[in-house]
């Protein structure tokens, strides 16, 4: 008899460790066949192939997993009617208690920045742990400065002194705490959360915002302030992006009221952004404090606050700043580990070939960058709508067929 998951689309059989027999994820599958059905599409996305075998699951069952979630955890923060059990990751992929595989487009909240349980880390992480967890801040162990050495060395003059901690949290209050010290002020101004632009040209935009800013100085706060945090793109309704040239003008009008300007890099730093390593260096400005956390240890508990000598020592005027587990010998292991993990072109040969696909099915793009590795897209400005779907549905057919050639 044919198992019934085969008369289910490709597409809604989420592989398991066995690809002979794919499960499904019914309330996936159910949702997904319903939007299908409404909007009248009939082709189905395939999900890559990945060539990772999760181990079985044998922890609690997920009823008591349950249980345990209504009876001892905060609970507001499930996601999903029916929560997802996860169970193992590897690099981009997920997978549940059920063995069912998800791409993972949001990395533990903008966090898991090189990839899930990565091999590189995972090694450095398994030997920092057989040699030593824990010390303070009080001692010396090599981890903390080879990590101030490369982290230093990834930030412009004069942002090189560091400081280590736990959390975002953590360092956005210690950025704070630097801010008065330094300032002598107490008036901090930070966004809300924010609609995305309205739809006026840049110039215009900036301009509102900008006249909201003088709006909140002069109203809100004292003469002289201490500091302004900002994300260089907001980061969590969506991701918000200020009009070109706001935050360099906004950045000004903060340092003529004496206060520090302080660029919040948890989630759009270590390279998040891809064009910068840096989220501010793509608004052509230099903050005095550059706090970091999230994608810094790749799911690690670890964050850093980055800031000018000067600065540093304001701060150490006023308060001894100690931190238990801050910098510990594991972090910065971890940490230089993610630093040393940049991804590596693709060899010449492998994109060659998805080039020479590409030309096959009838899509001329060019090539660039320092190995080749780069598709340059323009097209000429008289292309329609369908042409450009045409395009892309190329680009992805030949990417795919690289993937598949790859998992072989
Ligand atoms: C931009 C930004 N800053 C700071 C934080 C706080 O970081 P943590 O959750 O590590 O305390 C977050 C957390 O989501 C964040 O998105």
């Known amino acids: 008899m044919t198992p019934a998951w ?24 159910r949702a997904f066949w319903r939007s299908v059905t409404k909007l009248g599409l009939h082709t189905k996305p395939r999900m890559p192939p990945c060539d990772f075998t999760p181990e079985k699951y044998q922890s609690m069952p997920y009823s008591r997993v349950l249980e345990v979630y209504r009876e001892h955890l905060s609970p507001e923060l499930a996601y999903f009617p029916e929560p997802l059990l996860l169970h193992q990751g590897h690099m981009q992929w997920l997978f549940d208690h059920k063995g069912n595989r998800y791409l993972d487009f949001f990395s533990g909240i903008v966090t898991v920045s090189v990839g899930h349980c990565h091999p590189k880390v995972n090694a450095v992480a398994q030997k920092q742990l057989g040699r030593l967890w824990h010390t303070s801040a009080l001692f010396f162990h090599p981890p903390i400065h080879e990590y101030a050495e490369k982290l230093s060395a990834l930030l412009p003059d004069p942002l090189k002194v560091i400081f280590l901690m736990n959390s975002g949290s953590e360092a956005n209050d210690l950025a704070m705490l630097m801010a008065r010290a330094h300032s002598k002020n107490t008036d901090i101004i930070s966004f809300r959360i924010q609609a995305a ?3 006026l040209n840049c110039c215009q935009a900036k301009d509102q915002y900008i006249e909201q800013f003088k709006d909140t100085l002069s109203t809100c706060v004292g003469k002289s302030i201490a500091g302004f945090f900002a994300e260089p793109i907001q980061g969590v309704n969506g991701f918000v992006q200020y009009p070109k040239g706001f935050l360099k003008e906004a950045f000004q009008l903060v340092r003529e009221r004496g206060g520090v300007c302080i660029a919040d890099e948890v989630q759009t730093g270590f390279g998040r952004l891809g064009s910068h390593f840096w ?8 903050p005095d404090i550059v706090t970091m956390a ?19 020592k304001s701060l150490a005027k006023c308060v001894l700043h100690f ?5 510990n010998p594991m972090a910065c292991a971890i940490g230089s580990a993610v630093l040393e993990t940049s991804r590596q072109p693709l060899p010449r040969e492998e994109v060659s070939q998805i080039h020479e696909d590409c030309r096959q099915m009838g899509l001329i793009v060019g090539r660039g960058g320092l190995f080749s590795q780069t598709f340059r897209i323009a097209p000429s400005l008289c292309i329609t709508k369908p042409e450009a ?20």
């Open 6 to 29: 085969r008369h289910l689309p490709r597409a809604l059989r989420l592989e398991t460790s066995s690809p002979r027999t794919p499960k499904t994820c019914p309330s996936l599958s």
């Open 197 to 199: 632009a309205m739809p």
């Open 279 to 286: 989220g501010f260096q793509t608004h052509g400005v230099l």
């Open 294 to 312: 999230k994608g810094i240890g790749n799911g690690f508990p670890m964050a850093a606050v980055v800031t000018t000598p000067e600065i540093a």
């Open 323 to 327: 931190n238990t587990f801050g910098g």
């Open 389 to 408: 779907d045409f395009a892309v549905d190329v680009f992805r057919a030949a990417v795919t067929q690289h993937m598949e050639r790859r998992a072989k």
